[in-house]
């Protein structure tokens, strides 16, 4: 038998900000009503609920995903949670997406939320239980101390400068000041104030870095026969991947992130992409750290190893380039919600190639884009590829 | 999309209510060995995704799927974890398996819950932070609560809730995986210490550490690499309102439409005339009663007294719980629902040697999320 066609027919975000006035529940809901509307439906039409949402430590609660769930409209509804850490906000529509395809459901919401401003006064403290509690936790390791080590180590392969990474912080923060809903849109940023920024941990420096926020988005998915009665322009989802690496990050090279060739590789097989390139039109690679954009693509074959900051460099990746990448601002620009901000991707695929981007829209009617997020000990990698 | 979906091998360790010689890591890693091989497989080869259920405050690590798949011969394939019961992640393979992109599915669901120092203020932290928190309420309290308003709506009594621990912790003596087997009275039960009115402490079930993996097929890999898959017929899950103040506390709605979504599934009209033995929740014994009430396998109210006339019983018409259920097996954490589908499948490969049931052909499995969740699963398999 072949497989059931699945395609997004909704989209709606919250403001990405610092800290939210709403609790969690109320921007689950914010995100949930406005998918809802924009594709003229109620939650009377869905049939099952996915949420994604990152560590528990963020809201302080015990099975946040069951305190979530009437905010997601989950009430007396088949309803799961799945995560991958920060790969969850690509995974959570490929969890809907397997709702469909499984033939069980024909109408499912996906919702992703995070609240990072609970966690007093920062965020990045609850990161410190993420880490072995044996061989790495007695080190007090920091975030962004393990992300220095990696930016420095693909920089160190590679040759590549700090003055060059920075340009993919400049482009996406530029891209983001057309985004309604971004956080840090700067269309005057330059590759100066970059390296002019605060240095956090070398070579990591403030501007390299996407902001801690809260927000929620949320997307509505079909099976084929339903979609094609709600809208005349579904965006199908042509293909899914994820992979998750060894627990053991600190025994592998850094420099190249197998994890997302292989979540790549599988998407690809998946929607009969044999020349990534050439197939590709928008792309939305995860950036929490701009040296990550450059890792990513590089994993997902959309580069050489080492060589995609030139796509930076050319003009390729700007917004009227060959192959435009984050043109919704990404991470760095719209802000980092973590499960949050890899479901804006999947919601600015959906615009784009929709053509509803507004101030954003690519031009020359793109006809394929793809997703991708990573999380955990640098270990995951997540990847939807959506066509019209 | 595939079907039929089978589970072809299992393997499990424990239950132990301690096992300090072992770490989680470890224990997974036994128990998934044991099922590549009860299914012929090589994880590194042939399995092509993996399904692990878990909660972080339960592991005491934040993103808690970065230690899965190590253990499980994981490592860069796709795996995934759901913060659900073993259920959950029986009807997520399920799916995963029904989209025919994946032969072969592993899962895997583990309780390390020896480990825990502070568990009932964790399982307080699950309550709605903003209105019941400040309220400082035991998750058993709510637990006596409910028991409260069941008994009050249905007339079920207490000896009858006593019933269901004396049956379930005898079962377990035939069960050699089960640690809490006991042979008690009704008097014994219903003389323990109160938890919180009118629930005893012998009617709440103990915590014990263990692993459960299984492997999960297409019907053609099932063919090919198994003589006596259990074929699952159907899966339903399903919420009701998190909130306490706004949900329904007699009955449980949400365990009514998730068993009503598996039993479309499998095709299931009548549930009472068709499912030959259930092993379903008993964390409290309670529950074990409005449980059956809400798979409709009897009628509301009537749980109670279809317990104490030995309906329920391994000789009953319905055997429930014959591996002693979480009162004799233990609570396994989120890997509850995995150790009640675990027997479904023991039991339907006549291979649940002195509690084995004779002439089974359809067994059901069900989960709870426990206090102070309205999650629940259901899961119908055939041989």
Known sequence: MGMRKVAVIGAGMTKFVRRAQETAKELTWQATRMALDSCTLTMDDIEAVCLGTAPDAFDGIHMNGEYLSDGAGAWRKPYMRSYVGGGTGVFVPIQGWYHIASGLFDVVLVVAEEKMSSYYPHAQAAFMTIFDHTTERPLKPNLL????????????????????????????????????????????????????????????????????????????????????????????????????????????????????????????????????????????????????????????????????VQLYIDGTASRDGDMPVCPSGGLLGVGNPIAAAGLMKIAELFWQLRGEAGARQVPGNPRRGLAQAWGDLMQVGTVVIMGR | MSDRVAIIGVGWVGYRPVTPELSYRELIYQAAVRAYSDAGVDPRRDIESFVTVAEDFHEGTSIFDEYTPDQLGAALKPVQTITGDGLHGLATAYMLVRTGQFELVALEGHSKASNILSLPEITAYAQDPVINRPLRLNSQFIAGLEMNRYLYETDTTLEQCAEVVVKNRRNALNNPSAPYGADLTVREVL?????????????ASEHADGAIVMVIASEARARSLSNKPVWILGAGWCNDSPSLESRTWGQLPYIQQAARLAYRQAGIGDPLSTVDFAEIDDTYAYKELQSLEALGLCRYGEAGELTENGYTSPQGELPVNVSGGSLGCGHLLDATGLARALEVVLQLRGEAGARQITEVEIGLAQSWRNVPSTSGAVVVMSN
């Open chain 1, 145 to 308: 101390w393990i992300f220095a080590l990696e930016m420095n180590r693909y920089m160190t392969t590679y040759g590549i400068s700090k003055r060059d990474i920075a340009r993919v912080s400049v482009l996406h923060k530029r891209n983001a000041a057309n985004h309604p809903c971004a956080l840090l849109g700067e269309p005057e940023i330059t590759v100066e104030d970059v390296l002019n920024s605060e240095v956090l941990a070398y070579p990591v420096q403030r501007y390299d870095v996407s902001p801690v926020s809260d927000g929620a988005v949320a997307i509505v998915l079909a099976a084929e026969h339903v979609a094609k009665r709600i809208t005349d322009k579904p965006v199908w989802i042509e293909g899914v991947g994820w992979n998750l690496e060894s627990s053991y990050w600190t025994n592998r090279d850094l420099a190249y992130p197998r994890y997302v060739e292989g979540a790549a590789r599988m998407a690809y097989d998946m929607a009969g992409i044999k020349e990534p390139r050439k197939e590709i039109n928008i792309v939305e690679p995860y950036d929490p750290f701009d040296y990550k954009a450059l890792h990513h693509l590089e994993g997902l074959q959309l580069a050489e190893r080492g060589k995609a």
């Open chain 2, 191 to 203: 003389n323990s210490p109160p938890l919180s009115w009118p629930l005893g402490k012998y009617q």
